[in-house]
């Protein structure tokens, strides 16, 4: 009989958790490349290092994750309840290095979308592919796209 393996510690965990190439980010990247969009990654030169880059349209993607990036009302985002206040504290810092990187990039003129996590796993690839396009062909400054659409 094969020996079972112990469960992983919460350090090990965590340090499985990716930042770049997530599923979420490589769903997205996959449909915009098979629909003929072209664009840098991780653009390490524009603050906040955005996801994906579209230098024709001076428009910078964020994938942000829903738990480590704090989605305010998604289903997918709740403070841990063990070490709560360190927890609270990591996100609040995120939330707020995601907006200074926003802000930044919006006033060097840069048009930003922020992708959720969540949107990535309720909607279609084709509708979220769809939906992306619109908006980097359109004139909107900066939204977000949510489990429930664009905002």
Not at 28 to 55: E, I, K, M, W
Not at 125 to 136: G, P
């Amino acid at each position: 009989m094969p020996e079972k393996k112990a469960p992983l510690s919460r350090s090990e965990m965590m340090a499985r958790v990716q930042s770049k190439d997530t599923k979420p980010e490589m769903v997205l990247r996959r449909g915009l490349h098979a629909a003929g969009f072209r664009f840098r990654l991780h653009a390490r030169d524009l603050p906040g290092s955005p996801d994906l880059v579209f230098s024709k349209y001076r428009s910078a993607i964020f994938v942000h994750g829903c738990f480590w990036h704090g989605h305010e009302g998604c289903a997918n985002f709740r403070i841990p309840t063990t070490r709560r206040e360190f927890w609270t504290e990591k996100i609040f810092r995120n939330r707020e290095r995601d907006l200074s990187a926003r802000e930044s990039l919006e006033r060097s003129g840069w048009r930003v979308l922020v992708v959720w996590e969540c949107a990535t796993r309720s909607i279609s690839v084709d509708c979220l592919v769809r939906t992306v396009a619109a908006w980097l062909q359109g004139i909107e400054a900066g939204a977000e796209l949510t489990s429930s659409g664009l905002s």
